[in-house]
């Protein structure tokens, strides 16, 4: 029986948004009395973004400034630059989380109390002037999948994979990048990633703070990646499972080709046109001396 009353007073406590709690107070000339004490317990808590214009924070598949979460539930929030910025620091109630967020994602410890996130950007400038094409396929459970929406940023460009599960951006520069994956509406995948010159060969490897570094060498002009979705539904990130440069540009400092079969090419078709203007020439001028 007494079993029953306690986990009925648990449930009460749980369930009800002001529980009276009495505590008892001795009346010094009489011994007895009672203090009735009401202790609020709510059900929900508010999560409230402070950014400087350069972030946007998504929780399931909605960005806003502000979030209404379960009392002592663990929600997990996407914190993406936009406007070609960058995450610099992130405070949570004045304690510094930066390092706490990974390729992205912050998942939030069971919520008490109502929240606070600060977010300080700071401008992502291109290492250098160079472009590239990025393509791929998506895949998950190694079958590409189709109708994917994928938005990468900085500079926001967007593109939906054909029926191969193929994608394709031009003129995406280096640096820093996300890219959001989005099926139904519904965000399936995020990912982090940096674009690096300057390589030997082409390489990727995840660096700090869950960001998948790809170096590639100068002259690369294009580069095909592989990525997978998770099968998960709570794992929303986005890995690469290879990534390969198909075509190089030309060395703007390398001399012009010589005794290469395009020069050879254009030779020929150079000396054919010289004959074929002498030999109307030629005729030419032999009709004006019979005339004469």
Known sequence: MKRCICALLCLLLLGSLALPVTAATLDPNTGSGSVIITAQVPYEHTITVVTDGGAEVL????AADRFTVDRLSSPELIIRGQKNHVIKSAFLNGEDITAAIDNGFYLFSPVFEDKTLTLITEKSTPPDNLRFTVKGTVTQNGKPVKDVELELRSEPKTDTT?????FRFEDVESGHHSLTALLGGKIVGYMEFELVSGAAEVN???ADGGVTEIKIPDDTATIDLILKLSDDEDNREISIADVKTQQTRPDPDAPPPTG????????LALLGISTGVLAVTGVAEKKRKKQQ
């Open 59 to 62: 929780l399931g598949d909605n």
């Open 204 to 206: 990727f490897s995840i």
């Open 162 to 166: 054909d029926r191969n599960g193929a």
């Open 260 to 267: 290469s079969s395009g020069g050879l090419q254009l030779w």
